[in-house]
């Protein structure tokens, strides 16, 4: 759509960048071609980065009147074939969850990037509270499965939001970044790789190859629903209409649709889990405590588990880089031989410990060390351990 | 206007509006879901007239549709037209996604009184103050029908409906007013009742390059009509109502109340109480278009100031 021109991608080489602005120049490499945003701390320098950028590679970036406005112009660009993408916060989100819904229903890809901050309500703008969480797995009504990626790094929030354009036009869900407010202000060395290794990556929003002029959800060889390349309008590739209802296969709506449809839009992430579900494990092999986490935490749990090693304490960490869908049957395999599991989150409940709860059935003592507005030190992490060994 | 030949046929069948329409193109049928005596029916034959006069091509004018008993209109529309159904009061955000990202279209917006003056009205504002090339209709049947007949924010003043059991007794706001300040550079309001004035500002709209509002006002017999007398808004005048129970006399009434732009001039705010100005209020072509604007700042972006 957009011409292609040099300034898309950065020059190979060592960078010092703000998370926000590496999550954007990610975006930018991704093939990013329309970012529709409201400012809003502490994501407001994505729109700031983005608003120079953009015009410079012939993409458009608008200030949108709010949030309802930016997600839904971002679901437009999408519908006309435009990559897109918007960043908010926690009350932005919140607006957002109504066209949220409706484009897991007309299955339009686009990526979606939560710096979270404290809340409920206004909260502490700039301080970070994973809180979003349970918001952007049951975001919007209705079911459908959504794809959560949580960086725990400025080169990550890079790599990740390829990524995560990658899963979107795959399988075209609603697809989140889980950033927050120190995150997304972090200033880090990060290493961009040359241009053709990141083209190599980048799956582009293009017209299939022989379409026949049709659009269909149906594979004709077995008569199921399949998820095939988004639809973009002012082309033939397009259903009769785009009606936010189940649908058949050629766009029209009917009541009997309505379970095979839903059944579609939560199994083709749940049947794609091999691909989806990104993880990490660290020094596992032999751990009798397992420390499951995401984002930031991993990063002070490191610096934990390498002390509670040399101590001679077996402790490892199975980190969650794709936190929706949860991965039940990892955690399962990581927690079965656990004596206790520790799940250090930048929230009080626990959402993801409730997850891990869910999976080994309250069999394993799950310890929870909830910081709110702060990190985690090191010694937080260290004295649970501790206390476990004891 | 490649591929169009097939699409438009030189001979026209029997009846030459009704098989372009959606349902009698892919179910050999032609059914609507409105209530006898609706207003869309009309509306939708009309736009399907122009834009198969024009011979618009369908890809170039994406429809998008907010939530309404207008959306069912979809059915009744143009079977070649590309059309999306918005979220409620959402549309104009959607279109303007879609002309910014192929700034070669012009996206077509059905939205309803509810849909852009009452829940959409911030984004209904800002796409007029952009100057987004683009047509707004806004129908306006002074009633939530869709929901069973609830009044909206342009029901008339003393008038019944389900949420104002004794009458309504707030302020309307007006569309065409809104669009003015807010900065729409063609705008107009016609009724279902005057269908030539219709084509022709759809038409004007067309060649027009900026946001065009043109405000329909159309006939709800079932909840507006049946529960109001046709001396709405004219009781001190000493004339007997009767029901609106059926489109002849609704009609009447929408023809009665519809003042032209340059008598309303010489009218008192008092006697337009419960009137609609008909007419063109507006037409700037020299105001900056938001899409050419911002190709204008790409091109100093790209070159590197």
């Given at each position: ?130 809180n979003d969480l349970g918001l952007m797995r049951f975001a919007g009504n209705g079911e459908f499965g959504v794809i959560a990626l949580a960086p725990m790094n400025c080169q990550e929030l ?117 691909k989806i579900s990104l993880t990490e494990e660290y020094k596992l092999e032999d751990a009798e405590i397992v420390i499951i986490s995401y984002g930031l935490p991993v990063r002070t749990s ?89 | ?162 949420t104002t059991p004794y009458k309504m007794f707030e302020n309307r706001v007006d569309g065409i007013k809104l669009a003015l300040t807010a900065g729409a550079t063609y705008v107009a309001r ?116």
């Amino acid at each position: 759509m957009s011409k292609e021109n040099n300034k898309r991608f950065l020059q190979e080489g060592k960078y010092v960048m703000m998370g926000n602005v590496a999550m954007s120049e990610g975006a930018l490499a991704a093939g990013l071609e329309f970012f529709g945003g409201y400012p809003i701390t502490p994501s407001t320098e994505v729109i700031e980065h983005l608003a120079k950028r953009m015009p410079e590679v012939g993409g458009v970036c608008m200030q949108m009147e709010d949030e309802l406005a930016s997600i839904n112009a971002i679901m437009g660009a999408s519908l006309v074939g435009a990559k897109s993408m918007t960043a908010t916060s926690g009350p932005g989100f919140s607006l957002m969850v109504e066209t949220i819904s409706m484009a897991a229903c007309l299955e339009i890809p686009f990526v979606f990037c939560d710096v979270q901050r404290n809340g409920p309500g206004t909260g502490f703008v700039t301080e970070p509270h994973h809180n979003d969480l349970g918001l952007m797995r049951f975001a919007g009504n209705g079911e459908f499965g959504v794809i959560a990626l949580a960086p725990m790094n400025c080169q990550e929030l890079f790599d990740l939001t390829i990524t995560a354009f990658n899963f979107a036009e795959t399988y075209r869900c609603p697809v989140f970044i889980i950033s927050d407010a120190y995150l997304g202000h972090l200033h880090e060395a990060i290493n961009i790789p040359p241009k053709e290794e990141i083209m190599k990556k980048v799956i582009p929003r293009e017209l299939p190859d022989n379409f026949d002029n049709k659009f269909t959800y149906l594979d004709p060889t077995t008569n199921k629903y399949i998820t095939p390349k988004a639809p973009i309008m002012g082309t033939d590739y397009v259903p009769i209409m785009f009606l936010h209802q189940p649908h058949n296969p050629n766009g029209m709506s009917s009541r009997r649709l309505a379970l095979p449809f839903t059944q579609m839009l939560i199994d083709k992430i749940k049947l794609n889990m091999d691909k989806i579900s990104l993880t990490e494990e660290y020094k596992l092999e032999d751990a009798e405590i397992v420390i499951i986490s995401y984002g930031l935490p991993v990063r002070t749990s490191y610096r934990a588990v390498d002390i509670a090693r040399k101590e001679g304490i077996k402790v490892g960490i199975f980190r969650l880089i794709t936190v929706w869908p949860f991965p039940d049957e990892k955690v399962k395999k990581v927690v079965k031989d656990a004596k206790a599991v520790i799940v250090p989150e930048l929230n009080y409940t626990g959402i993801i410990a409730e997850q891990v709860e869910r999976v080994t059935k309250l069999e394993t003592p799950i310890i929870r060390i909830p910081k709110v507005c702060d990190f985690h030190h090191p010694n937080d992490i260290l004295e649970k351990i501790r206390e476990v060994v004891k | 206007m490649s591929g169009l030949p097939p699409m438009y046929p030189s001979e026209k069948p029997e009846h030459p509006y009704l098989s372009i329409s959606m349902p009698g193109k892919y179910f050999n049928s032609y059914f609507s879901l409105f209530c006898a005596g609706c207003g869309y029916g009309i509306i939708g034959h009309l736009f399907n007239r122009v834009f198969e006069d024009e011979k618009l091509d369908p890809k170039l004018y994406p429809m998008v549709i907010g939530i309404g008993c207008y959306g069912q209109i979809l059915l009744t529309l143009h079977h070649a037209t590309q059309r999306i159904l918005a979220l409620h009061g959402r549309a104009p955000g959607l279109a303007t996604g879609m002309k910014m990202a192929n700034p070669k279209m012009k996206p077509i917006i059905f939205s309803g009184d509810g849909d852009c003056l009452g829940i959409g009205g911030n984004h209904f504002m800002h796409i007029c103050r952009r100057n987004l090339d683009c047509i707004i209709f806004i129908f306006n049947n002074s009633i939530y029908a869709m929901t069973g007949g609830q009044g909206a924010p342009t029901t008339l003043f003393g008038a019944m409906s389900t949420t104002t059991p004794y009458k309504m007794f707030e302020n309307r706001v007006d569309g065409i007013k809104l669009a003015l300040t807010a900065g729409a550079t063609y705008v107009a309001r016609t009724t279902v009742a005057h269908p030539r004035t219709l084509m022709k500002y759809f038409r004007k709209a067309l060649k027009h390059k900026g946001t065009s509002v043109i405000e329909v006002i159309t006939p709800c017999v079932t909840y507006f009509g049946r529960k109001n007398l046709d001396n709405l808004g004219a009781e001190n005048l000493g004339l007997e109502g009767q029901k609106m129970e059926n489109t002849g006399i609704m009609i009447d009434w929408i023809k009665r109340n519809s003042i032209r732009i340059n008598q309303a001039k010489f009218m008192t705010e008092e006697e337009l109480l419960n009137k609609y100005i008909i007419g063109e209020f507006k037409i700037d072509p020299n105001k900056p278009e938001y899409s050419e604007e911002y190709a204008k700042i790409k091109k100093i972006a790209m070159e590197g100031k």
